[in-house]
């Protein structure tokens, strides 16, 4: 891979816009989606898509892998998938004599894993590894994953026939989670009149390539979090374990992600800090699928995000110096 210069800050926030519009081509109505897409994708993270079908899950995800230029790959998640269909295989080869590993769908600057919660636990589980530290392991070796990485799986709501519900492990492993929603109508009357010229994925183009966003993430990487800031992001993932409406609070992965994407949105605001604001509008996203709420709390209809936003109105906001 070509190693690209360091992008400054306003250049990062430029990137970021041009992809953001051009994934704006296919995807009508929902810039903040759109947005929280490249958040994630600077901020090193994976992201889950959670929503009925037919929603745009996936165009969302096929649109970022476009406009990055990435090698994207597709797994169909289904009831019989098996993990090494995801991480690979070793296979005899005949004229070496030797075995060789052929990589599964893993390997690649983006992955959409499809209806990932119709796959079974065990082949869900296959992709822990590659979604926490960049590798697979297979026969004793170490294979490194392509940069960047991310994985954008979509599931379907775990009330709807032939799901099954990702385990806790799995769900920490993504940075934020997003819903579609359905288009607004002026939205969805554009969509029909785009697909009556074809494949409306045709018309986004590359805006830049995989290597200028893997330099991008180093930028990303320098953008000064304050200890104050880092107190009030493991704050606010304490308050969430202390909440009496959750039975399971935030682990202190949430706690690293919620960094980790609050820099993003710094640089992407135009600055090299982060302020608690940065903090505040990404939480819900962040820990809204880690936690659990009770039983108690379930019978009352309140939410996950919505307990989430009660956390971060309870945790004091630190003052600006």
């Known amino acids: 891979m070509i190693q690209h ?21 296919v995807i009508e109505g929902k810039p903040a989606q759109i947005r929280m897409a490249v958040t994630v994708l600077l901020a090193e993270g994976h992201l889950l898509i959670e929503d009925v079908p037919g929603v745009g899950k996936t165009v969302l995800a096929k649109a970022l892998g476009r406009a990055i230029a990435g090698d994207v790959k597709r797994i169909q998640f289904t009831p019989d ?118 494949d409306q994925l045709s018309s986004v183009r590359p805006v830049t390539d995989a290597a200028t966003v893997a330099a991008a993430i180093q930028a990303v990487r320098a953008v000064y979090v ?29 706690s690293l992600h919620l960094m980790r994407a609050s820099r993003v949105a710094a640089a992407l605001a135009g600055r090299d800090y982060v302020i608690p604001e940065d903090v505040g509008s990404l939480a819900v996203e962040v820990l809204a699928h880690r936690v659990l709420p009770t039983v108690e709390a379930q019978v009352a209809r309140r939410d996950a995000s919505g307990i989430v936003s009660s956390v971060i109105a309870s945790v004091p906001t630190p003052e600006r110096g």
């Open 226 to 254: 304050a200890p104050v800031i880092n107190d009030y992001v493991v704050s606010v993932v304490e308050a969430t374990r202390r909440h009496p409406d959750l039975r399971l609070g935030a682990s202190p992965r949430a």
């Open 81 to 198: 998938l098996l993990p090494s269909d995801v991480t690979g295989v070793s296979v005899f080869n005949q004229s070496s004599r030797e075995f060789e590993f052929k990589r599964g769908g893993i390997f690649a600057n983006i992955v959409l894993g499809d209806e990932i919660n119709r796959a079974s636990p065990k082949t869900q589980s296959a992709m822990l590894e590659a979604m926490a530290e960049n590798q697979v392991s297979a026969d004793g070796q170490t294979y490194k994953l392509p940069q960047p990485f991310m994985v954008i799986a979509t599931q379907n709501p775990i009330e709807m026939e032939g799901t099954y519900p990702l385990p806790e492990a799995q769900r920490d492993r993504f940075m934020a989670r997003i819903t579609m929603g359905y288009p607004a109508r002026q939205s969805e009357v554009a969509m029909l009149a785009a697909q009556a010229g074809g």
């Open 5 to 25: 210069a360091t992008p400054s800050l306003p250049e990062v926030s430029q990137l970021a816009n041009r992809i953001a519009e051009e994934m704006s081509r």
